[in-house]
C-alpha cells in the first residue's frame, strides 16, 4: 500500500509529526550513529533472546532536514540479525530543491538499503551512481571497503516523503570487498491473510527480491488490512518489528509508531491483529555472530578501524573517492573513547 500525499500528511499529523519536524525533538545530528544510540562501551546489548515480544521506544531525531525515528541501533538493542539501523523517515513535505539535504559522506562494511512508501529522492555516490527512488522502488547501496554517497532533493518534486533508510552489517568475507550499488524498482509481493508484504531483501512466504543478501536475512514492508494475520517465519532467525503506520497487536501486545518490537528467534509462525489499516516493516536474519562497532557512518570491527577511516574521510583520502553534489561534504564529528567488541 503506498500512501499519497494527502493521506501522508494526515498520518504524520496523527503520529505527531509537524512541517517543522517532530514535536518532542532531541536535537539534530551531523552524522547517523552516537553514542546516544549505541555506546561502545555495552556490547553485550543485542544477546539474542528466545521467542519474545520485548518493545522498545525509538529515538526522535533530525538526519538532514528530515525528522527519523531511530528504532534501531537502541541501548536495548543493537541489532536483529545483520541489521544494524532502522530509522523511519518522514512522512515531511520537501520541495524542488530542499529535501533530506543530506551532503556527501563516507561508509564502510554496510548495505544502505532505501525504501520509500511516498515521495522521491535523488542519491548519488562516489561510484558514479546518480539514481532518483521513487515510492515503492528499492536502493541498496553497499560499502565494502569505502564508498561516499548524498541524498537530495530532485529538483522536480515536491510533496512528501516518507520511508526507511536501514544498515546491513556485512559479514568479514564481504566486508573488505568493492563498493556496489543497485537500484529496482519493483520488487515482488506476497499475498498474506488480511496484509500483502513487498519483499526488500530476501525470501518471505514463497516471494524472493532479486537485492543483493551478502548474510541470511530478510526484510518485508506489509500492508495491514483490519482483520487477523498469521505469517510464516524461519525459526532459526531472529526478528523484529517496526510500525511506519497505524497500530497492530503482535502476538495481543500493542505496538504503535515509534516503537520497535523484538521478536526474538525460535518462531514459525508471527501472529498479528489490526482493527484499521497499518503499515509495519518486519526485519529479521541469522543472528549476526561477528562482533561489530557502530559510529557515525561506520561498521567496523576495531577503535583502530574506525579512527583510520574517519582520518580518511578528513583528509580526502582516495578510499571513498568522490560525489558530484552541490551539498557540503559532512565533517566528522569528534572521535569518542571506543572500546573493541566483546
Known amino acids: 500500500m503506498l500512501l499519497q500525499a494527502g493521506a501522508a500528511r494526515n498520518r504524520a499529523a496523527r503520529a505527531g509529526w509537524t512541517a517543522a519536524g517532530p514535536r518532542p525533538t532531541v536535537g539534530r545530528m551531523s552524522g547517523p550513529v552516537a553514542t546516544a544510540d549505541a555506546p561502545p562501551a555495552e556490547p553485550r546489548a543485542s544477546a539474542v533472546a528466545p521467542a519474545c515480544v520485548e518493545i522498545t521506544t ?41 529535501g533530506l539535504d543530506i551532503g556527501p559522506h563516507p561508509h564502510t562494511g554496510l548495505q544502505t538499503v532505501t ?6 529522492v535523488l542519491h548519488r555516490d562516489s561510484l558514479g551512481s546518480e539514481q532518483v527512488i521513487r515510492a515503492g522502488q528499492l536502493n541498496l547501496m553497499t560499502a565494502g571497503h569505502g564508498v561516499a554517497h548524498s541524498e537530495e532533493a530532485t529538483g522536480h518534486y515536491r510533496g512528501q516523503v516518507h520511508g526507511a533508510q536501514l544498515w546491513v552489517a556485512q559479514p568479514e568475507r564481504t566486508r573488505h570487498g568493492p563498493a556496489a550499488f543497485e537500484h529496482h524498482p519493483e520488487l515482488p509481493r506476497a499475498e498474506l491473510d488480511n496484509a500483502v508484504g513487498t519483499v526488500l531483501v530476501g525470501s518471505f512466504a514463497g516471494a524472493t527480491s532479486p537485492a543483493r543478501r551478502d548474510s541470511e536475512l530478510v526484510g518485508v514492508d506489509v500492508a495491514l488490512r483490519p482483520g487477523r494475520s498469521a505469517w510464516p517465519l524461519d525459526p532459526t532467525f531472529e526478528y523484529a518489528l517496526v510500525i511506519l503506520d497505524g497500530q497492530a497487536l503482535v502476538q495481543g501486545q500493542p505496538v504503535g509508531p515509534g516503537q520497535l518490537a523484538y521478536l526474538g528467534r525460535g518462531r514459525d509462525q508471527l501472529d498479528l491483529e489490526a482493527a484499521e489499516e497499518a503499515q509495519v516493516l518486519l526485519l529479521g536474519g541469522e543472528p549476526f555472530e561477528e562482533p561489530i562497532l557502530m559510529w557515525w557512518n561506520f561498521v567496523a570491527r576495531t577503535p583502530e578501524e574506525i579512527a583510520a577511516a574517519a582520518r580518511q574521510w ?7 573517492g568522490r560525489v558530484d553534489s552541490p551539498l557540503p561534504r559532512l565533517r566528522v564529528p569528534p572521535l569518542p573513547r571506543l572500546r573493541p567488541p566483546g
Open 58 to 98: 525509538s529515538r526522535v531525531a533530525d538526519v538532514g532536514r528530515m525528522p527519523v525515528r531511530r528504532a534501531l541501533p537502541r541501548r536495548e538493542r543493537r541489532t536483529v540479525g545483520p541489521w544494524c539501523f532502522a530509522d523511519h523517515m518522514g512522512p515531511a513535505p520537501v520541495t524542488e530543491t530542499s
Open 115 to 120: 525504501w520509500l512508501l511516498a515521495g522521491e
Open 314 to 320: 578528513r583528509s580526502a583520502d582516495p578510499r571513498f
